[in-house]
């Protein structure tokens, strides 16, 4: 049985139903502050049975050492953390608290339950405003914000953790930027706040649920002017975690190899205006937008080098910019 940190969040979730068609069980811990408890009834849908779910924070020691007694949790996805760059300045006590100590309080449980096997959701938040076109896992880590800091002191804390016991086994994989639904139209991303990701805005500005899309800045140094980013789709990324989570389920890693982390990306950079056009090519809808300044703390652009996690996971995106936008568009109930 797999624990599922952030079992409600958007990768989480995803990964749930990734998990559930490979017949591999799973309990779901959230605490429901950035997701809502409908994403349980949107996981039944899809894979005929209601999910086992706790809702608890991560950073509970007590809560974590009762889910180890009671299930036999072989492996942890720990996907358990707060997101939003702009809170996370505002509120930096709390960012390092959820997402620090939350991860230390889970690793010391797993340690108490003899469990050492953990994928760890980082993202590509680590690279900072990279100079770098295509960036690999050994690329400089310039975190801008306390929310990017938190996640580069955790794979910090976790390669740590991984060279004290030889059992340990952990997979840090840097998520680049995912976006989409699962094509059912039944899940996809529904945090509490406003920490949207670019697609979802698009298809909410296009459906006349917010005003239109801002696009934030024409100035960068990238072809068209607009941010690049490597999208990709959701469910390629839960693929990646599954992988991931089957990979150290099995045999005993090198001791060199106790800690590895890979990027999950598609290796390909899409500026603001291509993902528009692809939105409305895919949709057959306008997407209505105007231009605004530069968002304060945005890189110009991320790519990643996804050539190690071809190597070390047998894994590659397979999902491209139509099934990105069609899903998207779905799960706002308009496709
Ligand atoms: N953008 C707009 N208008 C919007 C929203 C976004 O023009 O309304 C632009 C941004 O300027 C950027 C691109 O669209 O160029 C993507 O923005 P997102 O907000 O979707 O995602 P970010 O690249 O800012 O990064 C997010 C999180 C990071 C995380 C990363 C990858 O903020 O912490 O996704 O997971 F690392």
């Keep these: 049985m797999i624990l599922l940190t952030g079992g409600t969040g958007f990768i989480s979730s995803h990964t749930a139903v990734a998990l559930a068609e490979a017949g591999l069980p799973c309990v779901l811990l959230d605490n429901l ?7 349980l009834q ?14 608890g924070d991560v950073r509970d020691a ?23 760059v702009g809170e996370g300045l505002a509120q930096p006590a709390l960012y390092h608290d959820n997402n620090v100590s939350g991860t230390v ?14 994928v760890f959701s980082s993202s590509s938040t680590v690279y900072g405003n990279p100079t770098l076109q295509c960036l690999p896992e050994s ?16 794979e910090q804390i976790l390669h740590d953790v991984a060279a ?20 059912s139209g039944a899940l996809g991303e529904a945090p509490r706040g406003q920490t949207l990701n670019l697609l979802t805005v698009m ?9 239109p899309l801002s696009i934030f800045g024409n100035d960068y140094p990238t072809p068209d002017g607009t941010g690049v980013r490597d999208y990709i789709h959701v469910m390629d990324l839960a693929r990646g975690h599954l992988l991931a989570l089957q990979q150290l389920l099995q045999a005993a890693a090198p001791p060199d190899a106790r800690h590895r982390v890979l990027n999950l990306g598609r290796g390909q950079g899409i500026s603001v205006l291509q993902l528009l056009q692809a939105f409305e090519q895919h949709t057959g809808y306008r997407v209505p937008h105007q231009w605004a300044p530069r968002r304060e703390g945005d890189a110009a652009c991320w790519v990643a080098d996804v050539s190690a996690a ?4 047998g894994w590659q995106a397979e999902l491209g910019l139509a099934e990105m936008c069609r899903d998207a568009w779905r799960w706002q109930g308009r496709a």
């Design 310 to 313: 071809r190597q070390h996971l």
């Design 62 to 84: 007590a809560l974590l050492d009762s889910l180890f007694a009671r299930y036999p949790i072989q492996a942890v996805l720990h996907g358990a953390s707060l997101k939003a």
């Design 164 to 183: 004290s016991h030889p059992d340990w086994r952990v997979l840090s994989l840097r998520c680049f930027n995912p976006v989409g639904a699962h094509p």
């Design 203 to 211: 298809a909410q500005a296009t459906a006349g649920q917010r005003p």
């Design 42 to 55: 949107g996981l039944a849908r899809i894979t005929g049975q209601a999910p086992l779910f706790v809702q």
């Design 139 to 154: 690329a400089p880590l310039v975190p801008l914000n306390p929310e990017a800091r938190s996640k580069v002191m955790v």
């Design 33 to 39: 502050a950035n997701s809502p408890e409908s994403t």
């Design 105 to 118: 309080t889970l690793i010391r449980a797993m340690e108490r339950a003899g469990v050492r096997r953990l």
